[in-house]
């Protein structure tokens, strides 16, 4: 029998051991929740997501982690990845407060006159402004209940409302315009659309189980009430005139950061088909209003979120990178 010297026996060992090492390599791996929720965004385009079953527009709830909560705040770590989400929260808050108070403003003065309340293209070019506000906010709207919007151009008597009205505004990406020889995108470049105005039929319907992305719309809408309408949450804001006259408003706003779930909440990964054709995620606060208006007997007027959510959105590759 031959005999190995010992430096023979270690260098068979070794290329025994590379052998296993490379063909290990080539094993099938399992598959793990990354690859379903990479799997799941790539089946998705802009060429076939009309034709997808509803289940396939939206990612699981956990496939975005560590979402801001006003209750975690100053509490919890922020990561970096998630600085965009915690913009994203506030200025949706922001807006629900604002929206709140200017819809209720006009009972500091007069309520004859309803040319107080804001016009129609104040909402459009406010939706503008929040896009336009930071480079990552890909989407602002502000989606009304139906026969819940009032003009301000429509005299005489109460409850001349719109049938729908949605002001909706998306970063357009402008890359391959003629006027951009380097077919870089400016970010500067918008889409608005009043969703509200549409064709009358179910699919275009932003209210509609059929219009299948509307997630956003069913957190706040239709407008829940357990108990009584007037125990929203009303909050204060002093004001001071010109003339040096002082004033305390209390009006009602969206449910305190006590509360649960707190004022904002946030929708699923959804595919956003046929708008910006992009995977967004949104977070949601509803506006509270006086409904009905300008019927002189403010004992039947009683505040409800039925009024409108202020939604903002963002892309989901702006914190998975």
């Known amino acids: 029998m031959k005999k190995y010297k010992k430096e023979e026996i270690m260098w068979l060992f070794g290329v025994l051991l590379c052998s296993m090492g490379v063909n290990g390599q080539y094993e099938w791996q399992a598959r793990d929740p990354f ?3 990479s799997r799941a965004m790539k089946k ?3 060429d076939n997501c009309e034709i997808q079953h509803v289940g396939d527009l939206y990612l699981p709830d956990d496939a975005v982690s560590h979402l801001p909560d006003i209750k975690d705040i100053n509490v919890n770590p922020v990561f970096p990845n998630r600085t965009q989400l915690i913009h994203l929260h506030n200025m949706a808050l922001n807006r629900g407060f604002y929206w709140s108070y200017i819809l209720q403003s006009r009972f500091i003065r007069p309520t004859i006159n309803d040319t107080y309340d804001p016009g129609m293209m104040y909402y459009l070019l406010s939706t503008v402004a929040d896009v336009s506000t930071n480079m990552h906010v890909n989407a602002s709207a502000v989606y009304f209940s139906p026969n819940m919007s009032y ?3 429509y005299r005489g008597f109460f409850n001349k409302t719109f049938p729908r009205f949605a002001p909706r505004t998306f970063r357009a990406d402008d890359f391959n315009d003629p006027i951009h020889l380097e077919r870089i995108s400016t970010l500067n470049t918008f889409t ?5 105005a549409v064709n009358p039929d179910t699919s275009s319907d932003y209210t509609s189980d059929y219009f299948r992305i509307n997630e956003w719309y069913k957190k706040w809408l239709p407008d829940k009430v357990s108990e009584r309408h007037d125990t929203k949450t009303t909050y204060q804001i002093e004001i001071r005139y ?4 002082n004033e305390t408003y209390t009006f009602h706003g969206p449910p305190g950061a006590d ?3 707190g004022p904002v909440k946030w929708t699923r990964p959804y595919f956003d088909c046929g708008r910006s054709n992009r995977w967004m995620v949104a977070a ?3 506006i509270a209003d006086i409904y009905p ?4 007997f403010r004992h039947i007027e009683y505040p409800t979120f039925s009024v409108a959510p202020v939604t903002m959105e963002i892309p989901l590759w702006t914190f998975l990178e």
């Not at 608005?192 to 509200?196: A, E, I, N, P, T």
């Open 259 to 261: 509360e649960n779930p």
């Open 192 to 196: 608005v659309h009043d969703l509200g």
């Open 293 to 296: 208006r300008h019927t002189g």
């Open 35 to 37: 690859d379903e929720v």
């Open 284 to 286: 949601v606060v509803p």
């Open 242 to 245: 010109a003339n040096n006259t």
């Open 44 to 46: 998705i385009n802009k």
């Open 151 to 153: 003009s301000s151009s």
